[in-house]
């Protein structure tokens, strides 16, 4: 990762702004016919340019996004966290890393942090 844009988020971008802009110059290319092909390019490339500029990384809060920093182990929050969160019983095991995931939430608010366990 660099800066906190992930490969795939790239990909993404770069596809849907290729499908957006070759769909853009067929549509106004004026060749007859050729505005069913623009047609499905448009929306779809749409589709993958929102789709990369909203992906986020797995158990990780919109703060910790926005600040661009590596996310901790499991791709959960680099520890530790607030004092306004609280350790829970939940825990999951994360299918991508394998990592055993805790949550933390904060009572007031009802937001969730998870962190990895061991």
Do not use: C
């Not at 549509?27 to 929306?43: D, E, H, Q, R, Y």
């Not at 986020?56 to 809060?61: E, F, G, I, K, Q």
């Not at 009802?110 to 366990?117: D, N, P, Q, T």
């Amino acid at each position: 990762m660099t800066r906190g844009v992930s490969v795939v988020r790239l990909v993404l971008g770069v596809i849907g702004g290729l499908m957006l802009l070759g769909g853009m110059v067929l549509a106004f290319s004026g060749i007859p016919g050729i505005f069913v092909s623009a047609f499905w390019l448009i929306p779809s490339g749409a589709v993958l340019v929102i789709v990369a500029l909203i992906e986020v990384s797995r158990y990780r809060s919109a703060s910790a996004e926005l600040g661009g920093g590596q996310p901790g182990p499991g791709g959960g929050e680099p520890a530790p966290l607030d004092a306004r969160f609280h350790r829970t019983d939940e825990v999951f095991v994360d299918p991508t890393s394998k990592r055993t995931m805790r949550v933390f939430v904060d009572a007031n608010t009802g937001e969730r942090r998870y962190i990895a366990e061991g």
